[in-house]
T-cell receptor, first 115, second 113 residues
């Protein structure tokens, strides 16, 4: 089955700095890669996603890049703000076989943005 | 509207109790999911319903019993739980089962005493 590794497990930055979180996946058939932000006491919130036919996607201060050859994808947050502090999860999924609909999550990154 | 609602927010139950968790979405999504999340861990998939039929059961113990009464509602019936079942139970929905945006509810914090 799919295995997703996420690094770092914790990340501390100063307000205004950039933050980068990286994930690698094992199943070359995976073709959908979402990123979720989970604040304390809340459910995960989808913040950006990318499909395997695209190399990069951007939405205001956040961007995701995908390298299919190396099987890794990254989340980039620019101009970080204290409200970006949360746990971030990457995930991978594929449309084929018996595992469709199943997201395999990374272990999460605790991001802390210091004012 | 991308809202998934879950009730109750918190639930404390004894090991001999029977209780139910409820989830509702009005986005017209045809796939709904139950996840279990332990502290500082990612969500773990339990069940997937697609077009109101159970399509994935991740070998979940029978003390957890899912039900999908209609395309907008998803229930999780709980019976004879163990203390290690204490966790945050998350419901999610997506347009269909093909990889796409899954929207999560806020979860039910379950404590089994």
């Amino acid at each position: 089955g799919e295995n997703v590794e996420q690094h770092p497990s914790t990340l501390s930055v100063q307000e205004g700095d950039s933050a980068v979180i990286k994930c690698t996946y094992s199943d070359s058939a995976s073709n959908y890669f979402p990123w979720y932000k989970q604040e304390l006491g809340k459910g995960p919130q989808l913040i950006i996603d990318i499909r395997s036919n695209v190399g990069e996607k951007k939405d205001q201060r956040i961007a995701v890049t995908l390298n299919k050859t190396a099987k890794h994808f990254s989340l980039h947050i620019t101009e970080t703000q204290p409200e970006d502090s949360a746990v971030y999860f990457c995930a991978a999924s594929n449309a084929g076989g018996t595992s469709y609909g199943k997201l395999t999550f990374g272990q999460g990154t605790i991001l802390t943005v210091h004012p | 509207d991308t809202e998934v609602t879950q009730t109750p927010k918190h639930l404390v139950m004894g090991m001999t109790n029977k209780k139910s968790l409820k989830c509702e979405q009005h986005m017209g999504h045809r796939a709904m999911y139950w996840y279990k999340q332990k502290a500082k861990k990612p969500p773990e998939l339990m069940f997937v319903y697609s077009y109101e039929k159970l399509s994935i059961n991740e070998s979940v113990p029978s003390r957890f019993s899912p039900e999908c009464p209609n395309s907008s509602l998803l229930n999780l019936h709980l019976h004879a739980l163990q203390p290690e079942d204490s966790a945050l139970y998350l419901c999610a929905s997506s347009q269909d089962e093909i990889p796409g945006e899954q929207y999560f509810g806020p979860g039910t914090r379950l404590t089994v005493t």
